[in-house]
């Protein structure tokens, strides 16, 4: 990559332990909290030494074993929580429906969504000389207020080569990069890619409709008569791009309250965000308003609700940020391995490991292109400073470094991939000194079906494909709630709760 615009990123949890034992997760630090204390207790004589044992086991356990091929101390929490939610029936929302309603009433909303609001701001820049109306969610749990734009490309590519498909790669990370420096105010942009088959009529009929004010050709008949002939669907696909600001790292002038600056701020910083995305051979379609937010919700929620949404999209239009969200979701149920929204059953893995070898720029076409199911693949980033870039760099050499001299003086034998994780920490720093930027970045992935048994079938062969690009997939047991909320242009992701991230 050249430039200021270098990006280097590495994945959420992808650090791992270092020095003699290692940066221990909090999960470890409690079980081994907990099991020097039972062993403490115990030959101190204030409790039996079977029951000293019995503690000791489960401490093991949690320690070493595994429980849905993830280690217990890392997805026991979430179970524990899941389980202690459906004892107490909090699994399953419906909303509640007002028979009688005097004036505005809160939004009925999930627990999953709870915290989050809709606003409406106006900007100069989508539409020069004309204020038009955006939409912003504010997350009040993560503090955070987030604008989506929808994206797409130039068609060109597939067909170019691979040295051209690697510089539009280095384009769009030096997009990202822009938002990697000291005391920006965006702290996460998150890419939404969203497919699904829809009917091939519509498609003509678009394409029929767009044409209609053009004269009669052959070849454009036989290739809407090909189209016909061809598939009953074709896949479609949305790129929706978020852009979130950390309300605390917004400066605010005098008099500004947070909120109001921090809106403010996402406007700016999305119309700057839009025009590198517009340098970078990505074409910026639109900002979206409340309305087109709450579509898009709706939309990832049930695909099943797109045509009676299409006769409301004029009521949508006109709504406000407070009626909009009254058109969610009116039924969840969160379960151990999925969630149903509405008429919909959806479930959702994170990336727990990317390709080790070096791949081309189109190595996850097979993922995207060929899976044949309503699917939403995101990519959360979340660009690095570079002064603590620099501090974590210094702070694992010296771990690493440290760790391997500790086992050569103890008479361990240095391993393989203790030395492979110096060299790669060394070819990072010198990165940095060449003048590249970093960013977190994690993958998730919910897959969407009309049923159970669908769901179970299309999820296999979603899981097989991202296996044939190098992506091992993981469900979120006890997290299909929030994975479907991370699949919605809302601002609101788990990726910091996936994973190590010391």
Known sequence: ??????????????????????????????????????????????VPFPVSLGV??????????????????EILPALVVWWWRRARSRNRWYRPVELIADGDQPVALPPVLSGLDLFEVEVPWVTPGVDVAIGVVRDRQGGMVTAVVKVCGDGQFGLVDAASQDARIDEWGSAI?????ENSPVSRVTFHDWTSPVPIRDTVAQLESAWADEAEHPARAGYLQLLRDTSATVVDHEVLVEVSVDIERVP?????????????????????????LNAASLRVESVLSAADLVTAMRVRSDPSVVEQLATLRRSLASATGVAAPRFGPMHVDDQLGAVV???????SWWFARWPRREVAASWLDSLMFESGCTRSLTTVFEPLAPSRSDSDVDRER????????TRRRKGFIVRRADQKAVVEVE??????????????????LTLSARSASDLDVQAADLEQAAA???????????????????????????????????
């Open 427 to 444: 070819s990072r720093e010198a990165e940095l000194a060449a003048g590249y930027v970093e960013c977190l970045y994690t993958g998730l």
């Open 398 to 405: 010296t771990q690493r470094e440290a760790n391997i001299e």
């Open 468 to 502: 044939n690009v190098g992506i091992e997939l993981q469900p979120l047991w006890g997290r299909q709630g929030d994975g479907w909320v991370s699949s919605l242009p809302l601002g609101r992701t788990l990726a910091r709760r996936i994973g190590d991230r010391s």
């Open 341 to 347: 929204v509405d008429g919909a059953f959806h479930r």
């Open 1 to 46: 990559m050249s430039g200021d615009g270098q990006l280097r990123g590495y994945r959420f949890g992808e650090r791992r332990r270092s020095g003699m034992f290692g940066t221990l997760p909090p999960t470890l630090v409690v079980v081994g909290a907990v099991a020097l204390a039972a062993g403490w207790i115990a030959i101190a004589g204030y």
């Open 56 to 73: 000791l086991a489960v401490c093991g356990w949690l320690w070493f074993g595994k429980l849905h091929d993830r280690p217990a101390h």
């Open 252 to 276: 605010k002038a005098r008099g500004e309250d947070a909120l109001s600056a921090a809106l403010r701020t996402v406007g700016e910083q999305t119309r700057l965000f839009a025009g590198r």
């Open 177 to 181: 990069a822009g938002f990697a420096r």
